[in-house]
């Protein structure tokens, strides 16, 4: 377990109250004048601690709030702009999927040290928009980090297009643009549809290698004059780290262009790309740069889970309580989520323009589909610990914007346990509360879950966060951050 | 459709902004010197207006955020006493409630002009405890309306009890011992859990009367020197004005006591209640207090809904898309939510000290456990209409908070058209949209829907507002009321 947010998130003190008053006192002002400030010092406190004070069936021993919250809320309200931003992406992650795993993880009057600690909350709608303009309630990952990435309403599938193909700029090109470091994380394929949001403007988020794309995409090949596969626009136009799994696509051929007939591999080495395969050779890389660019994948396809678990089934909550366990395919060498955002940080944050960082925790999402509630919690944690590192950089690092959501809802539900769901069900017998938890999944009978169309849940801390909170739309964040970042719009 | 609000949420305008800003100035520099402030005549600057600023398909169009928000939060939050505090309540109503509605009846990228424009938004945590002390991940109403209304958990079924029996005081006793008036409204019976929290103390929700009291709850018959049933208690501890459904129960006979032999009907006229049974005898109310008790049943049972259309079925969404209709069975005389709040918010307004008032659209979990999105969806709009009853009240009485959550989440999900769930799902056609939403209930194969787990929505405006952010447990709402108020404790 990752223990630094320990530190950060201290019982309230007279001494730290008397400080969180005149950091309020000091930031009002300030914003009384007008005049952006800097707050390089208010990150350690504006963590709010939401652990239950008590008992949790005595009076009183359930609630979470620390004392009357105005002044130190006020506190952590600054309007300057942010040097560096940190975007956390849990994929299919929001209410349901943070109940479940604070419920399994910390118990239900616990609190997760990542997530559930940042002062401005809300929800943002995720609807998409198809290509006859008729709005889709429920939308795929690709439209919905379209929408977040190009502050534009895709179509499901598509990335970094409108509905009606128009190339839109991401938030990474824009920050390249304007001379920042950027890295793009994540625990999926490195191509999938989170990550090449930020790089690839196609059709069709499936158009992978240049052989897909002449299947699924014929007009976008580098042949027909295109921007190519996602795997050929990253090694184009990508950020200055990159890391997660894919590395089977790297062995496709390019069949057009300057590196017609050599892999994808090749391509990325004539370009100058330095390609790391396991933890030991990422944490060996110094610098990064979009010079010295590095791509990781440390794995063929998905980097694996942490957890694994029973998979649900009929009438399974009515079942003993299982408990979940570690998955032993997550093999030795795989970075940890928490491990590539603090190897990211750590070579970003030497950049004097300071930096755009996505980190998407990727299968949540993908679990969630296969109904795997062990699969999902254990990635849930690892997003968690990947935001526990993100508040320790800021800590170190005021002038950090931290934004925490997801790009769509899912289909898990904590049901009661005798619950008759027609849908796939586990109980999980929970560590901390040693009580039991049904998790049910019921939206599809076929092979894969369903995403959802409740508004997501949104989080943020640092310099512009007073804007993530009330009803946002995911295309807000787009420019939130833009703003935040004081980006002009420059075309590469 | 109601329209105050459009009074209270105009565009912004430079005049407005620079109030706005001038108004921040103001509360931050009070706030920094600590001292409490009125603001009266904030509370036009603080809510949001999330509507979509251009077509949705294009580039910013879908985009929520008006403008930088910080200054706007800041001036919003307000560390005075509240004189007054409304608690609104969906009961069953979350994150997929709102949205469904929202989607229905403003379409996906407009807002709902109640529920949406609250400037403070977090969650709450709403397990419940079991009596041999176990976590409960899925808590019914009674439980979860005994934890905002007592600050303590109870376990399910329970109202104003610990898991131990013993009694705990509610926000409406509290209230009137420290001499506010008090309001308890709701679209269901008057003894339905939400409303019954506030005054009854008993060990099962299903006590309604004398008769199920000796059934269910024998030792707690007023003959075996208990509390007596929930209507018998509702009569000796009860709100200055309580309106609802319910009246059936009234016919109900007392079996020991003072009023031995006589219906309730009878024990409630000689303690004095008028009670009322249609909107024009409610309007013609013109005062309540503790010693001029109003008691408004508009039905035997709950209040029929405003909304119907057809239930869900197996398949429903793949079906041809269905419009919601109005509900026939809405006969004339039976008050609107919005109604019955702004009467009781007319009548309690003129108390010097103050009032505590609860507002709830209980038929919105009914509908859901029914499948019935229609009337889900039909109820939601109540409370929406209902809040912007509330919040125009608070437009002219700027000392009130008001503080809108839901007890706990449900089953309706939304999901794409095309899924093949295996619960009960329809296709609705989106009137502004044009579009189609399938809604889905996979919770339970039986005859009622379940309750769910996942944390669940709060929001709030007026004093002490920015309290109800981040996460936050079901049982920190009574203490942030209680404290709001400045409540002492003292039992009656």
Excluded at 444 to 464: K, L, M, N, Y
Aim: neutral net charge; hydrophobic residues 40%; proline residues 4%.
């Amino acid at each position: 377990m990752q223990t630094p947010a320990k530190k950060i998130l201290p019982i309230m003190t007279t001494k730290k109250l008397t400080t969180m008053i005149m950091t309020a006192m000091l930031v009002s002002l300030s914003a009384c004048s007008h005049q952006p400030v800097s707050t390089s010092a208010s990150l350690q406190s504006t963590l709010i601690t939401p652990q239950a004070k008590g008992q949790p069936d005595a009076f009183g021993g359930a609630r979470r709030l620390n004392q009357e919250h105005s002044a130190i809320l006020k506190a952590s309200i600054d309007d300057a702009h942010a040097k560096n931003v940190i975007l956390f992406i849990g994929d299919g992650t929001s209410d349901s999927e943070i109940t479940i795993a604070r419920n399994y993880l910390v118990g239900a009057s616990g609190y997760l040290k990542g997530i559930d600690v940042l002062p401005f909350t809300g929800s943002y709608t995720t609807y998409s928009i198809d290509r006859d303009g008729k709005v889709n309630y429920v939308t795929d990952s690709a439209a919905s980090a379209s929408a977040w990435a190009t502050g534009t309403k895709a179509y499901n599938g598509a990335l970094g297009l409108d509905r009606h193909g128009k190339v839109h700029q991401s938030l990474l090109e824009l920050a390249k643009a304007n001379g920042l470091a950027t890295g793009n994380v994540t625990t999926t394929e490195i191509q999938d549809a989170t990550p090449a949001s930020l790089y690839a403007h196609i059709s069709a988020r499936k158009c992978y290698t240049p052989a897909k794309t002449a299947e699924l995409c014929p007009t976008e090949t580098v042949q027909n004059g295109g921007l190519g596969s996602i795997t050929e626009q990253l090694l184009k136009n990508h950020a200055d780290i990159t890391l997660g799994g894919g590395a089977q696509y790297f062995a496709a051929t390019a069949t057009a262009g300057q590196y017609q007939g050599q892999t994808l591999l090749q391509q990325a080495k004539a370009r100058g790309f330095r390609m790391v395969n396991n933890l030991n050779q990422l944490q060996a890389i110094d610098a990064v740069s979009q010079q010295q660019p590095v791509i990781g994948v440390f794995a063929q396809g998905n980097l694996p889970v942490i957890w694994s678990g029973p998979k649900s089934t009929l009438g399974g909550n009515q079942k003993p309580a299982v408990s979940c366990q570690e998955n032993p395919e997550f093999v030795a060498g795989t970075p940890l989520l928490k491990e590539m955002t603090a190897k990211a940080l750590s070579l970003l944050s030497s950049h004097p323009k300071g930096f755009f960082l996505q980190v998407e925790s990727g299968s949540i999402d993908k679990q969630n589909h296969k109904a795997n509630a062990c699969g999902q919690i254990g990635e849930t944690k690892q997003l968690d610990e990947a935001i526990q590192v993100g508040l320790e950089f800021a800590k170190q690092h005021g002038d950090t914007l931290i934004i925490v959501t997801g790009d769509h809802a899912h289909t898990s539900q904590i049901i009661p346990i005798k619950a008759n769901s027609p849908g796939l069900t586990v109980a999980l017998k929970t560590p901390i509360d040693q009580s039991v938890m049904a998790v049910n999944y019921a939206t599809e009978t076929g092979d894969s879950q369903a995403h959802t169309g409740v508004q997501v849940r949104t989080a943020a801390i640092g310099p512009r966060a007073a804007n993530i909170n009330g009803l946002l739309d995911q295309t807000d964040i787009f420019f939130i951050i833009r703003d935040a970042l004081n980006l002009e719009s420059i075309q590469k």
